[in-house]
């Protein structure tokens, strides 16, 4: 999983915007992420506010799409973000 802990405002609208980013992923191709690698993404209560399910461990192209996709998605809110990717017991990679 891809942990985002977002700093400043807006968080709520930070939010929203990975969460319309999640959506959207399972059907970016071509120099993206790719089809069926974040099957979700979700608001977390917790030390992050967000977070990216990856359903295979993902290779470092795919973690700096994500990030340039973040990227993207943030820049025009004015915040700032951290992102912490880690294994998780729920999916079968293991980083």
């Not at 071509?30 to 089809?35: A, D, F, K, L, V």
């Not at 993902?58 to 973000?81: S, T, W």
Request: aromatic residues 10%; charged residues 25%; hydrophobic residues 35%.
């Amino acid at each position: 999983m891809s942990k985002i802990k977002i700093y400043g405002p807006p968080i709520g609208k930070a939010v929203v915007e990975l969460q319309k980013l999640a959506n959207d992923l399972p059907n970016i191709f071509e120099g993206h992420i790719g089809s069926g690698v974040i099957p979700s993404g979700e608001a977390i209560v917790g030390d992050y506010d967000f977070v990216f399910h990856w359903s295979k461990k993902p290779n470092e192209k795919q973690l700096i799409e994500l990030i340039n996709d973040i990227d993207d998605v943030l820049k025009d809110l004015g915040c700032r973000y951290s992102i912490t990717t880690v294994e998780d017991s729920r999916y079968p990679f293991k980083l």
